[in-house]
């Protein structure tokens, strides 16, 4: 994702990206409209459908390449997280562990960031 990693930014309001994503098996099939999208051309593979989302008070995006819901790849009981720390090391996370993510339209960590003021140089 390296060579997309500032249209994911522009796209979705991260302000920058950590490498890799954190991959989650879920109990049931989750679909959604994405609030992003990074089309074939872009991508260069397929369509990729993003949805902001809170995960411990941390600002992530959902990623879903088209294909996951039409039954390839890891499919739509499973999502990739991308966020703006590595997620797996910030939370102490290990493999099997149990994490709720918070998706819809009442995203607190998403309000609270963008209020701050970016003093970055």
Do not use: M
């Not at 060579?3 to 979705?12: D, E, F, S, V």
């Not at 499973?78 to 939370?91: D, T």
Request: net charge negative; glycine share 10%.
């Amino acid at each position: 994702l390296a060579p997309i990693a500032g249209l994911i930014c522009a796209r979705t309001g991260l302000r920058t990206l950590a490498p890799g994503t954190l991959n989650l098996r879920l109990g049931a099939p989750y679909r959604f409209e994405s609030d992003a999208e990074i089309g074939h051309a872009e991508y260069g593979y397929e369509r990729l459908k993003l949805q902001r989302c809170c995960v411990l008070g941390h600002r992530a995006v959902i990623l879903r390449p088209e294909s996951h819901e039409s039954g390839n790849g890891h499919g739509d009981a499973h999502v990739e997280l991308l966020a703006e720390v590595h997620l797996r090391s910030a939370l102490g996370l290990h493999d099997d562990d149990i994490l709720d993510i918070t998706v819809g339209p009442d995203l607190h960590c998403w309000a609270a960031r963008q209020a701050e003021p970016d003093t970055r140089s």
